[in-house]
């Protein structure tokens, strides 16, 4: 069956340091891959996406690249500010499954400090 | 676009009572899922329909939930009877399943408190 792994959290950085929060995953097709992020008290929100190998999925200086060799959709950013503070979830749905499933991992807290 | 709605957004009721959970899902759209957060077991998949209808219901704890979709501009997640534990966040989300990624979008959710 499909899964994602994901980086426990939490991750705790200062403003402004370089983000990673790493996302490997298994499926049985050709899955797409996102990655959503929920702000405190609020729902999920889509933060990108990729729908092939070798996209880049970008949004508000956030980037993920969809590598098949290594099965990864790894989470970066360049400058993390304190309004990055969320919960990050990497997720994946596939053609395989019945209907529109997404597949989502545990999640990792990130905390930015002033 | 008014995005996804639910209601209430707070819920606060006692062991034993129903409680009824609603969607509104973006219109256009012709899948619904509905989800439960805790701390505890994270996010998880309750059941989701495609065009009204129930596709899988594994998610589903017990007996005592049950969901409903009755048209496609709206959905509800009854609890009967409630308990303690089903105290959580419940999240209800949309999609356009019409081929590419199949991108879901969520609502505000309901929070459940049970006492």
């Known amino acids: 069956g499909n899964s994602v792994t994901q980086m426990e959290g939490p991750v705790t950085l200062s403003e402004e340091a370089f983000l990673t929060i790493n996302c490997t995953y298994t499926a049985t097709g050709y899955p797409s891959l996102f990655w959503y992020v929920q702000y405190p008290g609020e729902g999920l929100q889509l933060l990108l996406k990729?729908?092939?190998?070798?996209d880049k999925g970008s949004n508000k200086g956030f980037e993920a690249t969809y590598r098949k060799e290594t099965t990864s959709f790894h989470l970066e950013k360049g400058s993390v500010q304190v309004s990055d503070s969320a919960v990050y979830f990497c997720?994946?749905?596939?053609?395989?499954?019945?209907?529109?499933?997404?597949?989502f991992g545990g999640g990792t807290r990130l905390m930015v400090k002033p | 676009d008014a995005g996804v709605i639910q209601s209430p957004r707070h819920e606060v009721t006692e062991m034993g009572q129903e409680v009824t959970l609603r969607c509104k899902p973006i219109s256009g759209h012709n899948s619904l899922f509905w989800y439960r957060q805790t701390m505890m077991r994270g996010l998880e998949l309750l059941i989701y329909f495609n065009n009204n209808v129930p596709i899988d219901d594994s998610g589903m704890p017990e007996d005592r939930f049950s969901a409903k979709m009755p048209n496609a501009s709206f959905s509800t997640l009854k609890i009967q009877p409630s308990e303690p534990r089903d105290s959580a966040v419940y999240f209800c989300a949309s999609s356009r399943a019409s081929g590419g990624a199949w991108e879901q979008f969520f609502g505000p959710g309901t929070r459940l408190t049970v006492l």
């Open positions: 997720a994946l749905s596939d053609w395989n499954n019945a209907g529109n499933m997404l597949t």
């Open positions: 990729a729908t092939k190998a070798d």
